[in-house]
T-cell receptor, first 114, second 114 residues
Framework: GAGVSQSPSNKVTEKGKDVELRCDPISGHTALYWYRQSLGQGLEFLIYFQGNSAPDKSGLPSDRFSAERTGGSVSTLTIQRTQQEDSAVYLC????????????FGPGTRLTVL | GENVEQHPSTLSVQEGDSAVIKCTYSDSASNYFPWYKQELGKGPQLIIDIRSNVGEKKDQRIAVTLNKTAKHFSLHITETQPEDSAVYFCAARPGGTGFQKLVFGTGTRLLVSP
């Protein structure tokens, strides 16, 4: 079946502008995660959704970052007043509920802030 | 919180050789340890995982070992092939309130030369 999809694949924006990144999960996956991958670095956890609620937002780096999820499906990560240090690849992962452990990743959105 | 360290950062081997990547973790309550392979321009893909009640797991040319006492786990790839070239990430799932997320190492770039 279809995997996790993310859009856009690439986004170039100017410092100070707002951006929205989208994640479409695998059908039936109720858990959804956002991670950030800076150049040459590992994956940094941002936020976790179970259904439409976000019980763990501990990784969001500042109040410029927010995320929502609607209908237990699509999620949007919004970055307001972008800064150059926000440049990174933003990855979304989803998994089934229950004891299933495997997180399936999307291809990511590469964000470049000029 | 959980901290995962990964070594080496780069690894070059000849085709047919074995490759070993090592990770250590800090949270003794961590109970799930996946390994992901990330090819250029793609999201990470799960290649093997191990749970804390198991010491070793194999899948064809790939094996993972876990030493809970020492809090380290390793990925072993035998008979390496050029298509094994990629960045490999280890991860740990913490215990306690952070159990729904993964904490990643910083990655190992593996280059397999023909």
């Amino acid at each position: 079946g279809a995997g996790v999809s993310q859009s856009p694949s690439n986004k170039v924006t100017e410092k100070g502008k707002d951006v929205e990144l989208r994640c479409d999960p695998i059908s039936g996956h109720t858990a959804l995660y956002w991670y950030r991958q800076s150049l040459g670095q590992g994956l940094e956890f941002l936020i976790y959704f179970q259904g439409n609620s976000a019980p763990d937002k501990s990784g969001l780096p500042s109040d410029r970052f927010s995320a929502e999820r609607t209908g237990g499906s699509v999620s949007t990560l919004t970055i307001q007043r972008t800064q150059q240090e926000d440049s990174a690849v933003y990855l979304c992962a989803t998994k089934r509920t229950g004891p299933a452990d495997t997180q399936y990743f999307g291809p990511g959105t590469r964000l470049t802030v000029l | 919180g959980e901290n995962v360290e990964q070594h080496p950062s780069t690894l070059s081997v000849q085709e047919g050789d074995s490759a070993v990547i090592k990770c250590t973790y800090s949270d003794s309550a961590s109970n799930y340890f996946p390994w992901y392979k990330q090819e250029l321009g793609k999201g990470p893909q799960l290649i093997i995982d191990i749970r804390s009640n198991v010491g070793e797991k194999k899948d064809q040319r790939i094996a993972v070992t876990l030493n809970k006492t020492a809090k380290h786990f390793s990925l072993h790839i035998t008979e390496t092939q050029p298509e094994d070239s990629a960045v490999y990430f280890c991860a740990a799932r913490p215990g306690g309130t952070g159990f729904q997320k993964l904490v990643f190492g910083t990655g190992t770039r593996l280059l397999v030369s023909p």
